[in-house]
């Protein structure tokens, strides 16, 4: 094998270019066989998520402007109690991933999701880039986040998403080592699958997750980087509403990542509104948490 | 506390990101209690504003050529006429946020503005980046700006709009010198509340302002940007119209921000209108400037 | 009047922005009187134009990949055609705003446009940024663009419209020297207006544009810069429509900038086909070139 | 000629100009005559193609993040296998472009491809930058990969279309000497032409493109380039049913290019799969791989 150092993408030999690919690829899709293939027989596997991040993204880049804090507060103090108001109106329980600099914020946000039935798990600490740490620091970080929440609930998250869905070198390797049983920062699939790691199979379950499912990327007002909420929130109600017939049509899973700060403004709370009665309108729908669902499809990684 | 300049954010220890948070920070919110809850025992609250920037955000910047002045005339000479016209006609008393060197250019403009039942109010010197200035120099601009507009109109402005919504370090303190009555360029809620500093209650109340709720992240075009129209101005327009629409039914606040060379083109009054519409169209509005707005929560601060 | 060398603008002098702002400035409003405002009564001014920019504005930065080169060809060869067809169907004469270069490569292209009934005029000499000329260099590639089109067609164009509607702080100065009756790159108003020059009166008509009136700024693709052609044509086309009816309800005038490399596609010559369909089905429409509008607002000059 | 290093592009003298116009130019249209202008008496002839890119846009950027392969990956896994469902449902030949390196990681792709009736030909080695390469480089990767693709399938690609549409100053000349029969990369008309290199008729057939008729420019997501999905899937789906509709008006070609790792999401499919429903809603409907277009039009080549 060449030194790949200084060399171009084009110039890599087959071991370089198939070593990137293979680092951390899908296993076995564990999708359960139908039918019977969800609990009561349900057709279709709804997971609902939100990403309870509020100021951190702005402060892990250092952004720490009074501004940029009180967009990320509204998500606290104006999103999130509609936001629950609607999951109990629907029934529908969700997953709450939550840094632990925003759980240490406000010590009651977690032990708040547990009670109204909802999942809580990690997303680092102050929503870091992975990226740029060693892999003692990310160990040591994500061990941190777990403790926090675990002291606060009295109950070990079982799942975590990575901040921004970022994925390290170490990553999968600190996913492993903090006994995590799923993670869901990754998109291979639609349903959920075995992570291999260079390969070998390893027992985590991937939840995979999608930018199309995703209120931040369309959504998402960045003033110095040119994001700008371009898409109105009632086409991506109708995107997300084809996501989903399509699930339901297959059997498969529909899974969707939300904001508190984002989603939880009054025009697009509008969306989600629509969007669980449309779902609520079909038979057979699984509503479940994140940790349940990777629990219900876990007997596949014995086969 | 460990010395933070050389850390990363995800190295700072509990005391520098809860002292970035809790800077500047939503206290009590100032909706009054229900019923009679707004004037007339009115629904809703609709609180219209428009930052009357013109040249300045290009001349701010440096940009000085006359294309780009020919832009931010555009909104003085074709799209003002137009929206106090509209205004009058939808019986809309609004306010205006004017840079001092915009009321200097027009000394008829602020007067004329008042005339028509509407509030003027400070909106910077030269609509300058307050996040670059010390807290001398921005009180030293903030000061000339409300000697302009008194002078001007023969009325001190009770409010005080940043310029882009910025907010220094030093703004809160600045805001507090001047002795403005409410600041409307933070978003931690839909509806007014009190700002605290450093956890210390302020007096100063909050009209709460948002980016889904202006016209210029999606509407404007800022060539070398990157920034594009690409918003259909009638689906902003339903946007706006479900934000209406959501806080008629929790009786809260809508407030709205637009800018004259920007929301009067006249594809764009079109929406305006519509918009202006859809809110007569209720009973029980109270249509009322961010001036009187925050008169009739100031007693919440008592509280 | 301090040196503004080292100076921020919020540090400028009364006389420094005052200079910046009235440079160029818009003038008396050139709209005339109604009733009878319009040849023949008509209740609406139409003016069309299309710049004819093919491969310039490519070439002007230094981008001459065959990719680039062939998005321009596009224009020329299968846009252009269908245009030209689609104009002698609505009888809709138009202004074609081309640089000289594009001239040169196909020399019979002008001479076809004024063969049917539209108006040929300057666009620069290969789409230069003005504002990085000398006045000698600005004065002397638009003097050769003038050369160029009056030799070719036999007139000599009336009117300019400066390549992306720069303006440099030469441009007008050239524009009177080349005895121009009117420019077509500003946007101080939606009708024609007279250009001041630092406060005085120039005999030069402007007819303003806008980029809300232009195909390029949500339909252009550029790889690298991170434009897309985001907006939907039909969506555009709506806009398009708002403003014409908003032209006809006052008796104004709708201007339109297009370009046949953007707006020839099939999927965007539809919108412009039915723009057209539902400009001719209103009655009093006066469709025209820019420089027979220029012609018939002249007297206002005199005024 | 003048020196052109140090030259602005408005100091080149019409040498230097034409010279980079007309290095790569359309030559002849290649539409045959009406009537009887393609088989079967058909009024349209219809190319789907798909780029099936996955993992390598991101390989040759050197991005190897585990989180951009798994992006890529979903094509090959999720999204190929319902388009070629999709395609036999409709009965719709394509045809796939593919890296050397994905045909290398999945060798049973491309005879799979080739068995249920589609096309295979040449998309790169690596989806590398042409244009950062010397001829030999670019010769030899593209050689490279035609040897790869003809030992998978027992059968030598006829066509390329460049990676990105990328075209450098050497790229004719290598498809030249690599004795394609065709290219489909560049943009200047919609229907098929003969390519002409510095002026002289070449025998290349070019099946243009169009960043219209591609899903990547507004449904792509590229996190740190600021291209967001903001186009809804259904409004592009209108767009490309425009562009059916035009080119079934005229009799010409409808080509589009798609990727299985943007298109192939459950929510996009929808769009496609409308798209073929109404394509198929028309009589004398050609569908056809690219390759049996280039055929069926190569005799205008000897014209």
Same mark, same amino acid.
């Given at each position: 094998?060449?030194?790949?150092?200084?060399?171009?993408?084009?110039?890599?030999?087959?071991?370089?270019?198939?070593? +990137?690919?293979?680092?951390?690829?899908?296993?076995?899709?564990? %999708?359960? =066989?139908?039918?019977?293939?969800?609990?009561?027989?349900?057709?279709?596997?709804?997971? $609902?998520?939100?990403? &309870?991040?509020?100021?951190?993204?702005? !402060?892990?880049?250092?952004?720490?402007?009074?501004?940029?804090?009180?967009?990320?507060?509204?998500?606290? @103090?104006?999103?999130?109690?509609?936001? $629950?108001?609607?999951? =109990?109106?629907?029934?529908?329980?969700?997953?709450?991933?939550?840094? *632990?600099?925003?759980?240490?914020?406000?010590?009651?946000?977690?032990?708040?999701?547990?009670?109204?039935?909802?999942?809580?798990? #990690?997303?680092?600490?102050? +929503?870091?880039?992975?990226?740029?740490?060693?892999?003692?620091?990310?160990?040591? $970080?994500?061990?941190?986040?777990?403790?926090?929440?675990?002291?606060?609930?009295?109950?070990?998250?079982?799942?975590?998403?990575?901040?921004?869905? =970022?994925?390290?070198?170490?990553?999968?390797?600190?996913?492993?080592? %903090?006994?995590?049983?799923?993670? &869901?920062?990754?998109?291979?699939?639609?349903?959920?699958?075995?992570?291999?790691?260079?390969?070998?199979?390893?027992?985590?379950?991937?939840?995979?997750?999608?930018?199309?499912?995703?209120? *931040?990327?369309?959504?998402?007002?960045?003033?110095?980087?040119?994001?700008?909420?371009?898409?109105?929130?009632?086409?991506?109600?109708?995107?997300?509403?084809?996501?989903?017939?399509?699930?339901? *049509?297959?059997?498969?899973?529909?899974? !969707?990542?939300?904001?508190?700060?984002?989603?939880?403004?009054?025009?697009?709370?509008?969306?989600?509104?629509?969007?669980?009665?449309?779902? @609520?309108?079909?038979?057979? #729908?699984?509503?479940?948490?994140?940790?349940? !669902? *990777?629990? +219900?499809?876990?007997?596949? $990684?014995?086969?």
């Amino acid at each position: 094998m060449t030194d790949a150092v200084d060399q171009q993408p084009w110039q890599w030999d087959e071991t370089t270019w198939r070593g +990137h690919v293979e680092k951390v690829r899908a296993g076995r899709s564990l %999708l359960p =066989d139908a039918p019977h293939r969800w609990p009561g027989d349900a057709r279709v596997a709804v997971a $609902l998520s939100f990403d &309870s991040d509020y100021e951190t993204p702005s !402060l892990r880049d250092g952004e720490t402007s009074p501004g940029k804090m009180a967009q990320g507060e509204y998500g606290r @103090r104006a999103g999130l109690p509609r936001i $629950l108001e609607l999951l =109990d109106r629907w029934e529908a329980p969700s997953s709450f991933y939550i840094p *632990a600099v925003c759980a240490l914020l406000d010590p009651e946000e977690a032990p708040r999701y547990l009670e109204r039935g909802h999942e809580v798990a #990690v997303h680092g600490w102050i +929503h870091e880039r992975n990226t740029q740490l060693s892999f003692e620091q990310e160990l040591e $970080l994500l061990g941190r986040a777990v403790d926090v929440l675990t002291a606060q609930t009295g109950v070990r998250p079982t799942g975590i998403r990575t901040p921004s869905w =970022d994925f390290s070198e170490s990553t999968l390797e600190v996913v492993k080592q %903090l006994g995590f049983a799923y993670d &869901s920062s990754l998109m291979a699939d639609d349903d959920p699958y075995e992570l291999l790691d260079r390969g070998e199979r390893t027992g985590i379950i991937e939840i995979p997750v999608e930018w199309i499912r995703d209120d *931040a990327p369309v959504l998402m007002m960045e003033r110095f980087q040119g994001l700008r909420p371009y898409m109105p929130p009632r086409q991506l109600g109708q995107i997300w509403k084809d996501e989903f017939d399509a699930a339901y *049509a297959v059997g498969g899973v529909f899974q !969707l990542t939300m904001h508190p700060h984002i989603i939880g403004h009054r025009s697009r709370l509008v969306v989600l509104d629509d969007l669980l009665r449309h779902i @609520r309108s079909h038979d057979g #729908v699984w509503m479940t948490t994140h940790a349940d !669902l *990777a629990a +219900h499809v876990a007997p596949g $990684l014995a086969r």
